[in-house]
């Protein structure tokens, strides 16, 4: 197993974190060595091993967040790595060959006090921990190692969470060890183990891969956390060393106009917590759904979205939700990159522009008319007896379209309060909105709701967030698992989030 953790502390990785930096500068003042024919970057094997999301095979693709970084580390230092000088094998044979093999490099690789004199290292590529995964059946509770000594732990073969437990206190005959990760699942399942050491982000994307359910398994307890590599052969030249880490640092370093590195865009890609952290939020005033109290976004809609922001620790809040008219808002999904927007309603004409994920909560569309006109509809037709009002760009508008309702009988304006003065003013004679966002809405305009009833009712329907086209699937796929998580999983109350 690559991924390893030793028993020193976190002091021991920001004195690793200070190394790397010293040598990377002390690298910049030297001559570049001449690169020998053996260690050219060009001529270098890199042994990895099947570890999603750093480093996997898909139809015969060799994938992954390290792969990808590889890739945009060679190109910026003007190297090309043959498609078979990159190869998944086991561990141990990753290992062997990286330490025997004058011109190999082994990723991605934890970097621990037994390991650092035995390679040069590049990096970090990210960093991962090591954590306890229980079924949440299991009601499980550790609040310290000394908790672990009645659980049964199923690890796989060489990986050093095994070290980690043993310094804890955890006995040999407590630790399970399998090769077969689906087996391991399975035992979890079955209740044969109790609990299970793998790094956080892999052992939920096996859990997705096995159960359908990114969130099957419950992190009871966290371990150490530490950095992962590429650790290059100690006779590798300097040269071809600094190459890698000048080049990395740079992706790192250098931002878009946005303000992003492409480091943190290749990460994002495979990393849920990075990745939804880049987008930007946008949704409209329409309560008690989303909508501003006292300057600060909240309602339904909002409160769910930082409930997801929590569960996947993005760097997010309530308050990085910005408010637009609708009809802007779906301008922005065509023109700007890495946007969301939310509640919306899925209808045939939207379903290919956007990618969705959801339903999370259901609103109902209604007609309100004024009391005092006795409004009375007793079929589609008769809605073309008069005008009704809509704001810019929401569903409603499609609604009535749908239902024979004439163009010329719609009258639309940016904003709820627009439609409530044309409603006040007898410019419309009825208002096409949500039944609790137009009582919301009036009470907030100082319009008595009483004065109004809903003479009709369009639809009811669920509601969506939507992203742009070019969101990476596997960062949507990752939000609508939690979002579904927070919407129907039941506490022991039996009441979901």
């Known amino acids: 197993m690559v991924f390893a953790y030793g028993p020193k502390s976190r002091i021991f990785l920001s004195l690793c974190a200070g190394i790397l930096l010293i040598s990377l500068t002390g690298f910049a003042d030297m001559q570049s060595e001449p690169?020998?024919?053996?260690?050219?970057?060009?001529?270098?094997?890199?042994?990895?091993?099947?570890?999603?999301?750093?480093?996997?095979?898909e139809n015969g693709m060799i994938k992954g967040l390290s792969i990808d970084l590889l890739t945009a580390i060679t190109q910026k230092s003007g190297y090309v790595v043959p498609a078979d000088h990159i190869q998944i094998v086991l561990w141990e044979t990753a290992l062997?060959?990286?330490?025997?093999?004058?011109?190999s490099v082994v990723f991605s690789t934890g970097?621990?006090?037994?390991?650092?004199e035995l390679f040069q290292w590049v990096g970090p590529i990210s960093i991962e921990r090591d954590v306890l995964f229980a079924h949440p059946k299991a009601n499980l509770s550790i609040e310290k190692p000394a908790d672990l000594k009645e659980f049964r732990?199923?690890?796989?073969?060489?990986?050093?969470?095994t070290e980690m437990l043993l310094n804890a206190g955890v006995n040999k005959e407590q630790i399970v060890t399998e090769a077969n990760i689906s087996e391991l699942i399975r035992m979890l399942e079955s209740g044969e183990i109790d609990l299970w050491c793998y790094p956080e982000l892999t052992g939920r994307y096996y859990a997705e891969q096995v159960t359908g359910n990114y969130y099957a398994f419950n992190v009871v307890y966290p371990l150490e956390e530490m950095g992962i590599y590429y650790a290059f052969h100690r006779d590798v030249s300097i040269a071809t060393v600094h190459a890698f880490l000048q080049a990395l640092d740079e992706l790192k370093t250098e931002?878009?106009?946005?303000?992003?590195?492409?480091y943190e865009r290749i990460l994002g890609r495979y990393n849920p917590a990075t990745g939804l952290s880049h987008l930007t939020y946008l949704t409209e005033e329409w309560a008690p759904y989303n909508y501003e109290k006292d300057g600060v976004p909240t309602g339904i809609s909002i409160d769910i979205l930082e409930k997801v922001f929590e569960s996947l620790h993005v760097n997010k809040t309530r308050e990085d939700v910005h408010f637009v008219p609708l009809s802007e808002g779906f301008r922005k999904m065509q023109t700007e990159n890495g946007t969301v927007l939310f509640s919306i309603v899925r209808s045939p004409e939207r379903e290919a522009l956007y990618q969705w994920a959801g339903p999370f909560t259901k609103g109902r569309f209604v007609l309100y008319a004024p009391s005092s006109k006795n409004?009375?509809?007793?079929?589609?037709?008769?809605?073309?007896?008069?005008?009704?009002?809509?704001?810019?760009?929401t569903i409603e508008n499609t609604l009535l379209t749908n239902i024979g309702v004439l163009s010329d009988h719609i009258t639309s304006g940016l904003h709820p309060h627009d439609l409530i003065r044309m409603l006040e003013e007898g410019t419309v004679d009825i208002w096409a909105t949500g039944d609790s966002t137009g009582r919301y809405e009036m009470v907030k305009t100082g319009i008595n709701p009483d004065k109004y009833e809903i003479v009709y009712t369009l639809q009811e329907d669920d509601f969506y967030f939507i992203f742009t086209r070019d969101v990476p699937e596997s960062l949507i796929q990752s939000f609508n698992q939690t979002l579904m998580m927070v919407v129907n999983e039941k506490e022991k109350a039996g009441v979901s989030t």
Request: no cysteine.
């Open 153 to 161: 732990i199923g690890v796989t073969p060489g990986h050093a969470g």
């Open 375 to 393: 409004i009375t509809l007793s079929s589609t037709e008769d809605l073309n007896n008069y005008t009704i009002g809509t704001v810019q760009g």
């Open 96 to 103: 062997e060959n990286a330490l025997t093999q004058n011109n």
């Open 111 to 116: 970097r621990i006090p037994e390991r650092e």
């Open 255 to 262: 931002t878009d106009e946005t303000g992003v590195s492409e």
């Open 35 to 57: 690169l020998t024919s053996n260690d050219s970057p060009d001529n270098l094997v890199f042994y990895t091993e099947p570890l999603p999301p750093y480093n996997y095979e």
